[in-house]
T-cell receptor
Framework: DAGITQSPRYKITETGRQVTLMCHQT?????MFWYRQDLGHGLRLIYY???????DKGEVPDGYVVSRSKTENFPLTLESATRSQTSVYFC??????????FGPGTRLTVT | GNSVTQMEGPVTLSEEAFLTINCTYT??????LFWYVQYPGEGLQLLLK?????DKGSNKGFEATYRKETTSFHLEKGSVQVSDSAVYFC????????????FGQGTTLQVKP
């Protein structure tokens, strides 16, 4: 199926562990984004990418690392997970600037 | 910088009632404006958009008009259904060609039968 997918959908990990959230899109969209959604904070941009090998920080990048070696993939890594990173994470992509299409989300719990 | 302010929720309506969710923005230049909807347990979906002043975006019975004079983009629907229960986000394009969107905090709509 074409579209944007995220994996895993649910993840429980322990404090200090490294965890990678995957995002894959089949549209060859140039732009990709990672957000976190928390009660009381709405959506906050973590990192974004305008093209393969081009990434930039968003509003809340600390504790996260991204890469984009291929246009279709944009993994997000938590280098050493903390409880404050418990959240729902959304990946999005867009062909042209601004009209973004979102994945189904990954619910991450850090214990 | 650019910002979006939405009315606080939750908004609770009876089925077939008229809906308005207010959204105002602050921006330099001429941003595009968007409404996204998030159903329970899902990601955000683009509901409608407007790219210039006086444009009206519409979809699934929802409408919003880009009002530059009042810097507003209020979402309206004439008759809501239980299936419209969701969280609604107003967003605007950030300046420059970064592709980034600036989102409001979201407004929860609950429609009761």
């Amino acid at each position: 199926d074409a579209g944007i997918t995220q994996s895993p959908r649910y993840k429980i990990t322990e404090t200090g562990r490294q965890v990678t959230l995957m995002c894959h899109q089949t549209w060859s969209h140039s732009y990709m984004f990672w957000y976190r959604q928390d009660l009381g904070h709405g959506l906050r941009l973590i990192y974004y990418s305008a093209a393969a090998d081009i990434t930039d920080k968003g509003e809340v990048p600390d504790g996260y690392v991204v890469s984009r070696s291929k246009t279709e993939n944009f993994p997000l890594t938590l280098e050493s997970a903390t409880r404050s990173q418990t959240s729902v994470y959304f990946c999005a992509s867009s062909l042209k600037a601004h009209e973004q299409y979102f994945g189904p989300g990954t619910r991450l719990t850090v214990t | 910088g650019n910002s979006v302010t939405q009315m606080e929720g939750p908004v609770t309506l009876s089925e077939e009632a008229f809906l308005t969710i207010n959204c105002t923005y602050t921006a330099t230049g001429y941003p595009s404006l968007f409404w996204y909807v998030q159903y329970p347990g899902e990601g955000l979906q683009l509901l409608l958009k407007a790219t210039k002043a006086d444009d009206k975006g519409s979809n699934k019975g929802f409408e919003a008009t880009y009002r530059k004079e009042t810097t507003s983009f209020h979402l309206e629907k004439g008759s809501v259904q239980v299936s419209d229960s969701a969280v609604y986000f107003c967003a605007l394009s950030s300046s420059g060609n970064t592709g980034k969107l600036i989102f409001g905090q979201g407004t929860t709509l609950q429609v009761k039968p």
